[in-house]
């Protein structure tokens, strides 16, 4: 059974940094895209940052770039995000994702259960 378990959200001020973890059971990691996304109250959920098999590609909403970046380690399974200089706009569900067809363009079809961010002004 494929598990995707997101770590490292919480609180945080505004300007502070955050980084989330994501630990997949899927094989062979490294031949899947991976993707985090988020869903904040009452919006649809989007993309943030997604990246490929390699670590090659990474892709980004144009809203966190240059403050979001997305890393994987393919020795322990596990994907990151750092996120800093965080806003109160980027108060979500985090949720990672897994794509097998190994596009960062998806179809994303394993999905962990989130994690929550919450950033205060």
């Known amino acids: 059974q494929v598990q995707l378990v997101e770590s490292g959200g919480g609180l945080v001020q505004a300007g502070g940094s955050l980084r989330l973890s994501c630990v997949a059971s899927?094989?062979?990691?490294?031949?899947?895209?991976m993707g985090w996304f988020r869903q904040a109250p009452g919006k649809e959920r989007e993309s943030v940052a997604v990246?490929?098999?390699?670590?090659?590609?990474?892709r980004y909403a144009d809203a966190v770039k240059g403050r979001f970046t997305i890393s994987r380690d393919n020795a322990k399974n596990t994907v990151y995000l750092q996120m800093n200089s965080l806003k109160p706009e980027d108060t979500a569900v985090y949720y990672c994702?897994?794509?097998?067809?190994?596009?960062?363009?998806?179809?994303?079809?394993?999905w962990g259960q989130g994690t929550q961010v919450t950033v205060s002004s």
């Open positions: 994702a897994g794509a097998t067809s190994g596009s960062v363009s998806g179809p994303y079809n394993y």
């Open positions: 899927i094989r062979p990691f490294s031949r899947f895209a």
């Open positions: 990246i490929g098999g390699s670590g090659a590609i990474t």
